[in-house]
């Protein structure tokens, strides 16, 4: 009756684990690279953050506390599912706080909230190739990777500035990890670039689909491409959010009614419900409190492995959504 | 000019399998000198063109190269890196076929520009006036910078990217059948303006034509080429006018079909 027995910690076996730690350690030694990997058929469907999923199953230790957002929201069916997921089989402790959570799985965002040495980044990334816009032969763009031959990323920033006047692209904006290879950061807004450059958290990047795994340690560089008379800037808002009031945080227009009503508000929910004070938002029922390892051998539930479903995929600009 | 030249080819072969690609074509190039290769389908012109561009490794023989620091350099022993680096800037290639040479999905702009950016400028209004500059040199409106070469005709292609080439300033060009797949009124435009950026930019080339008056109009010098060797070379106008190979006599006189 223990469904729970029948999965391994996490979901994954040991054996595959340390596979992908194996993947993992190789990521974080070379900065940016991306690092092929076996990746597994897990319970949900590619485009939901597989890639995710599996770095996550792999560095989660019963101790960690784990928070999942998806466009910056940890009340999404996605993020709810995976965070319920791993509440499930590996019996952890959950949370939205970004400050409690030791890693961080995350769809299209980087918390407004500064991340502190020993937390991690986990990225769900559909396309991890950022040369695969004008070079769809992958000998070709490893060799481009391989010799540092990268003059085709400012082809699509050019092409950019020629049609719009200025580099339009906002999503998935190319960035230079610590002078070497060049890598997409996820479909997450440019606006959160600047984040991850000499960020003192670990950021790992999975793609399951495409089987690459890619990391940039603590303290990293992380430069986004740019021409010297169209220098990179992040989206600035014209408003405050609407309602914490926070100016300087990444805005999602949110449509209030059938006659044109809307609002822009964070779109990190977390970050929001702290400056409101909300006290619902520390009210949810899958919180930090149910520490997995902690109470015991919780009740072996009856319930199955959630079901992995999602909304469907925000519009990523561009690219495919994950 | 100079006095040494600009590339040394000596006893180059290439063999696929059995069969003969080309076999021990020996040659100096010299700076500024326009070498035609001419020859019948199947003589080993694209052979020889591909295995001097590096695009190709030779079964046997060498090739030199004077590099612009004066340095010598044996081709077939440089690095993967460094050919490649060769390739985008002090060399250029131009394809038969404009599509193999030009990114057909970004802007006459952009492939004006890439080369400028692959060695390193950041600067999009340098880059782009450049591309405007070198559009007018290959005859291409500037109005038509952000247009792909899709919508462009195969003669306005083919200057296309024969400025996508030219932009870093090479010494040395490659060129495979140039005018081969264009109109008789188009081709004598595109070679008006061949000789003339030729002329006025001091490169060196080599082109492959199977076309005795591209060769005529183009070239300095020839080399004649039969079942991969070459059986006659020397200054065009004494090659065409006063043959002496036999086989050179027919194809002069036009008996051939070449
Ligand atoms: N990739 C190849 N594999 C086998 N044989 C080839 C290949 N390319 C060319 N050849 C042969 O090499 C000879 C020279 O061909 P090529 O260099 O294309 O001549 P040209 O350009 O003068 O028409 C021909 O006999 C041709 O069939
Ligand atoms: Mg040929
Ligand atoms: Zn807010």
């Not at chain 1, 508000?265 to 919180?287: A, F, L, Q, Y």
Request: proline letters at 6%; one cysteine or more; glycine letters at 8%.
């Amino acid at each position: 009756m223990t469904d729970i027995a029948t999965y391994n910690f996490a979901y994954l076996d040991e054996q595959t684990k340390r596979m992908i730690r194996r993947a993992i350690l190789k990521g974080i030694a070379i900065p940016g690279y991306q690092v092929p990997f076996a990746s597994r058929e897990m319970p949900m469907p590619y485009g939901w953050g597989t890639g995710g999923v599996q770095v996550t199953a792999s560095i989660i230790g019963p101790d960690d506390v784990l928070k999942v957002i998806d466009q910056g929201a940890d009340d999404t069916t996605n993020a709810v599912s995976i965070r319920a997921f791993f509440k499930k089989v590996a019996k952890v402790a959950v949370t939205t706080e970004t400050a409690k959570a030791t890693i961080i799985q995350t769809r299209h965002r980087i918390p407004e909230q500064p991340l502190t040495a020993g937390q991690v980044l986990v990225f769900q990334v559909p396309i991890p190739e950022p040369l695969r816009f004008l070079e769809p032969r992958e000998t070709e763009t490893r060799k481009m990777h391989a010799l540092e031959e990268y003059g085709l990323m400012h082809v699509k920033l050019y092409e950019d500035i020629a049609r719009h006047g200025r580099i339009a692209t906002t999503y998935a904006y190319p960035v230079k990890v610590e002078g070497r290879y060049v890598m997409d950061p996820s479909p997450t807004p440019k606006f959160d670039n600047p984040k991850m450059h000499r960020s003192p958290a670990l950021q790992l990047f999975g793609a399951g689909r495409e089987k690459r795994i890619y990391a940039v340690p603590p303290f990293t560089g992380v430069v986004s491409l740019d021409f010297e008379d169209h220098p990179f800037e992040v989206q600035t808002f014209d408003q405050p959010c609407a309602l914490c009031g926070a100016e300087n945080v990444y805005l999602d227009e949110v449509i209030l009614d059938d006659h044109g009503g809307h609002m822009f508000v964070c779109s990190d929910t977390d970050h929001c419900e702290k400056r409101r004070g909300d006290p619902t938002s520390s009210s949810w029922g899958d919180r930090a409190e149910g520490a997995g390892g902690a109470d015991g051998q919780s009740s072996p539930s009856s319930t199955p492995i959630p079901a992995l479903r999602a909304d469907p995929p925000h519009n990523g600009e561009g690219k495919e959504a994950e | 000019m100079t006095d040494e030249p600009l590339l040394r080819v000596s006893a180059l072969s290439k063999f696929y399998g059995s069969r003969v690609g080309c076999e021990n074509v020996t040659f100096d190039l010299w700076p500024g000198e326009v070498l035609a290769v001419v020859g019948e389908s199947g003589s080993g012109k694209t052979t020889l063109l591909n295995c001097l561009s590096t695009r190709l490794l030779p079964s046997s023989g060498t090739a030199s190269y004077r590099m612009r620091d004066g340095q010598w350099r044996e081709l077939y022993r440089m690095s993967e890196a460094e050919r490649r680096f060769l390739m985008r800037t002090d060399w250029g290639f131009v394809h038969q076929n404009p599509a193999d040479g030009l990114r057909m999905t970004v802007s006459a702009g952009a492939n004006v520009g890439e080369r400028l950016m692959a060695v390193g400028d950041r600067h999009y209004g340098r880059i782009r006036a450049t591309a405007v500059d070198w559009l007018s040199r290959v005859e291409i409106d500037e109005d038509r910078i952000d247009d792909e070469p899709r919508a462009f005709s195969g003669g306005m292609r083919q200057r296309l990217q024969i400025a996508r080439n030219l932009v870093t300033g090479p010494r040395l060009v490659f060129m495979d059948e140039p005018t081969g797949g264009l109109d008789v009124s188009v081709q004598a435009r595109l070679l008006d303006l061949l000789r003339r950026l030729v002329t006025d930019l001091g490169l060196a080339a080599i082109v492959v034509t199977h076309d005795l008056a591209v060769a005529r109009l183009l070239s300095q010098r020839m080399m004649v080429m039969k079942d991969g060797r070459v059986v006659e070379s020397g200054l065009t106008d004494r090659v065409l006018d006063d043959p002496r190979a036999p086989y050179t006599q027919l194809l002069v006189s036009s008996i051939l079909q070449v």
